[in-house]
């Protein structure tokens, strides 16, 4: 089936502790997003990229890096420069619009990182 | 910030019609409307855009006025499990702005 998977589905670290959190793809999407969700908020963008070997900072972000080495593979790392890293956190891709067109983004699951 | 308004909360009875409305006052000439939707823990779900026209698909009818400052979602025949959260959104640029959105209870 093809498809946005995000492992693992809930996380436990540290305070102080770096953490990878996993986002991979096999729908030949050339776009993908992550997206920081807090409760009662709607998402707000960390980092996206929208080719293998380059990305741009959203929104959000101080704390964290990305890299985009694979095409399919886009990790994102919560670092322990960011203050209040406890949320949800959902990785999505999209097709590159062409002619100006719009590509939907599909969202993956979403892994729920808590910081202790 | 995101460019839009939508009420914060609404119920609608099961195989009602839910209609949300969505404020976009500022919107510019070329920028379309987006919503989505997001069930309790999961990633969002697209659901349709326009931009100036009506449209519909399997899910739902989008209406937006002439001016285009304002829209609504119709969900015509709604269900229990269209209790979600629905977001509208006007694309800026690349990137796709979330607000609050409009949490929507089904009820028997």
């Known amino acids: 089936d093809g498809g946005i998977t995000q492992s693992p589905k809930y996380l436990f670290r540290k305070e102080g502790q770096n953490v990878t959190l996993s986002c991979e793809q096999n729908l030949n999407h050339d776009a993908m997003y992550w997206y920081r969700q807090d409760p009662g908020q709607g998402l707000r963008l960390i980092y996206y990229?929208?080719?293998?070997?380059?990305?741009q900072k959203g929104d959000i972000a101080e704390g964290y890096s990305v890299s985009r080495e694979k095409k399919e593979s886009f990790p994102l790392t919560v670092t322990s420069a960011q203050k209040n890293p406890t949320a949800f956190y959902l990785c999505a891709s999209s097709g590159v619009p062409a002619g100006g067109s719009y590509n939907e983004q599909f969202f993956g699951p979403g892994t729920r990182l808590t910081v202790l | 910030d995101a460019k839009t308004t939508q009420p914060t909360s609404m119920d609608c009875a099961e195989g009602r019609a839910a209609n949300l409305p969505c404020n976009h006052s500022?919107?510019?000439?070329?920028?379309?409307v987006y919503w989505y939707r997001q069930i309790h823990s999961q990633g969002p779900q697209y659901i349709i855009h326009g931009l100036k026209n009506n449209e519909t698909n399997e899910m739902a009818s989008l209406i937006i006025t002439e001016d285009r400052k304002s829209s609504t979602l119709i969900l015509p025949h709604a269900t229990l499990r269209d209790t979600a959260v629905y977001y509208c959104?006007?694309?800026?640029?690349?990137?796709?702005?979330f607000g609050t959105g409009t949490r929507l209870q089904v009820f028997p």
């Open positions: 959104i006007v694309k800026d640029t690349d990137k796709l702005i």
């Open positions: 500022t919107i510019s000439g070329n920028e379309y």
């Open positions: 990229s929208q080719i293998v070997n380059d990305f």
